[in-house]
């Protein structure tokens, strides 16, 4: 099919229609993947999302987790005292042998 010129193409334009009309296999090709059970979206879906939406999720988050970080407690190490009376005891596993 040779390329059409330009008074060809406001013809065309004017009349609102092609004269040529895709394969009728071509459309149902087409139309076939999107014609999916709705369900099948959980499995093959995607939900595109801009990435500067990602980043200040990203950013909220870890400022919400920043309040919620516990610092450790502080000890006071003279409350320590030295054990009074120690007593050792071996605990030995069923399965090892003597």
Do not use: C
């Not at 065309?12 to 071509?26: A, C, F, I, Q, V």
């Amino acid at each position: 099919m040779e390329p059409l010129r330009d008074d060809e193409l406001d013809l065309l334009l004017r009349h609102g229609e092609p004269d040529w009309k895709p394969s009728p296999g071509l459309d149902t090709r087409v139309w076939e993947r999107y014609q999916r059970r709705p369900w099948e979206w959980l499995w093959r879906g995607s939900i595109r999302i801009p990435v500067p939406v990602i980043v200040a999720l990203l950013l909220a988050f870890l400022w919400w987790q920043r309040g919620r970080i516990t610092r450790p407690a502080e000890i006071d190490l003279n409350e320590f005292r030295p054990v009074e009376q120690l007593e050792i005891k071996l605990v030995r596993s069923g399965n090892v042998e003597r």
